[in-house]
């Protein structure tokens, strides 16, 4: 099993900036992804961006390229979204994701709030 703890969420105005933390605890895999998802009230759950935990590789929704940055510090398994510019439409749930890459199977983070006010 695998434990997603998030933090950083919070209230913050347009052209602000957010950083959000996961740490990842449990077992340990030799290939996956760990990234984010959002959602939106009344939308479905999107991806944000991701890291590949093997090779570094990032990866980027086209609504948050340039504006989102996804890092990791391998030692303390824990990945982050460092959120600038942020827009009213960056408003959502934020959900850590750990994704095996053999199985494609999935591990979620309990959420958090970001609200962002114009």
């Known amino acids: 099993q695998v434990q997603l703890v998030e933090s950083g969420g919070g209230l913050v105005q347009a052209g602000g900036s957010l950083r959000l933390s996961c740490a990842a605890s449990?077992?340990?895999?030799?290939?996956?992804?760990m990234g984010w998802f959002r959602q939106a009230p009344g939308k479905e759950r999107e991806f944000v961006a991701a890291v590949s935990w093997s090779d570094g590789s990032t990866f980027y929704a086209d609504s948050v390229k340039g504006r989102f940055t996804i890092s990791r510090d391998n030692a303390k398994t824990t990945v982050y979204l460092q959120m600038n510019s942020l827009k009213p439409e960056d408003t959502a749930v934020y959900y850590c994701n750990v994704r095996l890459v053999s199985s494609g199977l999935d591990y979620w983070g309990q959420g958090t709030q970001v609200t962002v006010s114009s």
């Open positions: 449990g077992r340990t895999f030799s290939s996956y992804f």
